[in-house]
């Protein structure tokens, strides 16, 4: 059944979260001091941020200066965390023969992955009440699950005004790596979308009672939304042994277990496990393993038949070209089938403070075709831009209530 399709980018967590006392942070963010010396624990490391391979090589090879304050880490600048992710990726698998330190650079990686991890999940406490229900085990204490539920709510306004009223056939993607979509549709009992997201983890295990039979597809399952979390989540591990099983079929955790991975080991192979976080590289892709495939598909197919796609908070990178590639596919099929014939979509919306800027909109233009929309859709698609959530939760979101 044709949909509405939300797509979120780092915009919306950050706008969300912009009151709290660190607020979500965007990709150039992450090495400011003040997340820093609120995330780096060095007990966990065993040495201060200021002593460890990562600020080693943010000096080296990035121009950041470190000082101490007292107990306190004061930085020069920040720079992207998504080019230091890959600048240690393409270390580990090309240049790894072409310097004698290369355990600076591995245990780097690894101090990087946990401090990002650790950045998400704290930044702000999510309290996600979907953790309390998995902690729960179902035997959970109703009234500490409604305080959970409103906390949510109230922490993340303009996500619940969104998301609250979405219907089944209704997709969300997001390219975020937090748990704030994961919390408010959690708290709206929007239960279905996990029962989805389970079948897709592990596509063998009979995710909920009333199921179909083991390995049945109907074709109801293929129409229902999907929330699909295109890079990964913070609360999702991987086995790091690419042979492994656990390597295709993530692991979800619980709140205290999702503090760290890295020291988990795989439950089939006894590896250690990572946690599943896909910056947009151009080496590192939806092909990495057969759950991030899996979710490509189902996003391009549900960007086929939607018929409004609503984009909040993401900047479409020029440089993303495996997101690209998925919204290219939002329009009709290559060759038209019959003469005349028209797909679902009605109109796309864009959500982001970019929207005056000329070259932003012009790429959005091109990638769904919208400058020869009727060609391209069969009718004329409208685009609709709004600067702010707030805006667009006044203007549009009411009147659909
Ligand atoms: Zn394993």
Known sequence: ?????????????????????????????????????????????????????????????????????????????SVNIEEVLTFLDNYENVYLATNYQKDIFIKAKQELLSFIHYVILNTPAHCSPEFVHRLSNNKSDGALKKKQIRRAIA??????????????????ISFNWDLIVDSILWANKKEHYFHMRDQLLNPFIIAHRGAPDFGYFSADDLHQGYFLKLHGSVNMACCTNRDCLRHQFPIL????????PSLQQCNICFSPL?????????????RS???????????????NIATEIIVLGYSFPVFDFEANSLMRLARLNPKEEEAGSEDFLERIIIVNPQVTNRRYIKRITDLFGLSHSKRMHGHKVQLLLYKKIDDFIENFMKGKK
């Open 289 to 303: 393993n057969r759950f991030f495939r899996l979710q490509a598909g189902l996003a391009a197919s549900k960007l």
């Open 1 to 77: 059944m044709p949909g509405r399709v939300f797509i979120l980018g780092a915009g919306a967590s950050r706008e969300d979260t912009k009151h709290a006392k660190l607020p979500m942070p965007l990709a150039n963010d992450f090495f400011l001091a003040e997340y820093i010396n609120e995330h780096w624990h060095s007990p966990d490391y065993g040495y201060t941020f200021a002593e460890s391979n990562l600020a080693s090589i943010l000096s080296r090879y990035f121009g950041l200066q470190f000082a101490i304050d007292g107990e306190k880490v004061l930085s020069n600048k």
């Open 253 to 260: 955790f619980d709140e205290f277990e999702a503090e760290t």
């Open 155 to 172: 922490a993340f306004r303009m996500h619940n005004a969104i998301l609250s009223n979405i219907k089944r056939e209704d997709s969300v």
């Open 274 to 286: 990572e946690v599943l976080i896909l910056p947009p590289l151009v080496n590192k892709t939806y």
